[in-house]
Every structure is written in C-alpha cells, then in structure tokens.
C-alpha cells in the first residue's frame, strides 16, 4: 500500500524559515518529488531527491532519509508569494507512477 | 512554446451527461497523466498512458474513460457513471531526460450541476 503523510497546514512570517515534512510508507521507492500549487492553478515541480541528503536550490532545499521514509521541504527567507500548498510525491519502483499526500497549505503573514 | 494545454479552463454541464476534457501536449512525451483534485485534498490518478494505443486505469478509475490515439492528445471523458465529477482535473505529461519528472498542464475546474 501507498502512505503519505504531510500536514495540513502551517503558518508561518516574512522573511522567517519554515520546514515542511513529508513520511511515507510505500511498497517501492524511486524518488520523490515536491510541487508549488498556488490556489487553482497546475502544481509546478521544485525539487527531486532520490539519493539520501539535501538538494539545495536557492531560497528552497529538500532533504531526504530512505531509511526514516522521512523528507523534508525547507523554505527560507519566505516572501508572500510563497503562500501555496505544497505536495509531496513518491515514484513507485517502475518509475511510472507518482502517488501524492494531501498536500500542506502554507500561509505566509506580514 | 512547449508545453500542455488544457481547455476548457471552466466547464459546466448538467447531471447526466457525459463530458470529454482535452489534453494536449508539444513535448514529445511518451507518458500522460489524468488526475483528479478535490477541494484541500492532493491529487488522485484517474489513468495514465506511457505508450499510443495503450492506457491503464490508475486509483479511482470508475466512471471515466480515455483514448490515446496520438502522441500528443490524451482525452478523458467523465461519464454519467461517476457519482461526484465536480473537481479540478490536471492533466500531467512526462520525458524521459532528467529526472523524468512530471509536468502539468492548467487544470478544468468541471462543475456539474
């Protein structure tokens, strides 16, 4: 069976750090994958970890434990525009398929 | 440019009837992509098709139906047997270079009334 697990939602400030975890329990692994989903619009993919450890790709860095079936997204220096939800997906073994969380809302304040 | 199209972007129709979404795509991917997202909710996989002439049902595949005649177009038609279509549907493609990542198209918001 397929498990994934993120929050539902977080709240977070200008300018501050914010850190977004995902958990699966998967019956295969061969990557995973977080997206940006503003309100109504299509995801847009950000980050791919496949191997253990951290991605950094500018204000945004994803971390990944095989092991732990733990993995995080990492926002700093957060900007209004960062108020989107956020999906977390795991490719199955064939790497044909993705299974997605229900996604965490995150709202940036003033 | 390359990319995915979907339209319409909004579409309504009445209880019963059968309604047939397009997708479009101009990258030369070999894999498409139905999902369906409901309100707060990720996305769940309707069918995908990694080849022509080939598809497979995904997780909530009753009361839809596609066709994959071409490369570029993967159509999928909510039927009358689908007891809840009103949701945001997003049509995804995917290459084989990289990391084979999938990319979206904008999405039909269908309501049925």
């Known amino acids: 069976g397929q498990n994934i697990d993120q929050p539902t939602e977080m709240t977070a400030t200008e300018g501050a750090i914010v850190q977004i975890n995902c958990t699966y329990q998967?019956?295969?692994?061969?990557?995973l994958f977080w997206y940006q989903q503003h309100a109504g619009e299509a995801p847009t993919f950000l980050s791919y970890n496949v191997l253990d450890g951290l991605e950094e790709k500018g204000r945004f860095s994803s971390f990944l434990s095989r092991s732990k079936g733990y993995s995080y997204l990492l926002l700093k220096e957060l900007q209004m525009k960062d108020s989107a939800s956020y999906l977390c997906?795991?490719?199955?073994?064939?790497?044909?398929?993705?299974?997605f969380g229900g996604g965490t809302r995150l709202m940036v304040k003033p | 440019d390359g990319g995915i199209t979907q339209s319409p972007k909004y579409l309504f129709r009445k209880e019963g009837q059968n309604v047939t979404l397009s997708c479009e795509q101009n990258l030369n991917h070999d894999a498409m992509y139905w999902y369906r997202q409901d309100p707060g909710q990720g996305l769940r996989l309707i069918y995908y098709?990694?080849?022509?002439?080939?598809?497979q049902k995904g997780d909530i595949a009753e009361g839809y139906s596609v066709s994959r005649e071409k490369k570029e177009s993967f159509p999928l038609t909510v039927t009358s047997a689908q007891k809840n279509p009103t949701a945001f549907y997003l049509c995804?493609?995917?290459?084989?270079?990289?990391?084979?990542?999938?990319?979206f198209g904008p999405g039909t918001r269908l309501t049925v009334l």
């Open positions: 998967t019956s295969g692994f061969n990557g």
């Open positions: 995804a493609s995917r290459g084989r270079e990289g990391t084979d990542t999938q990319y």
């Open positions: 997906a795991v490719r199955d073994n064939a790497g044909n398929m993705l299974t």
């Open positions: 098709s990694q080849i022509v002439n080939d598809f």
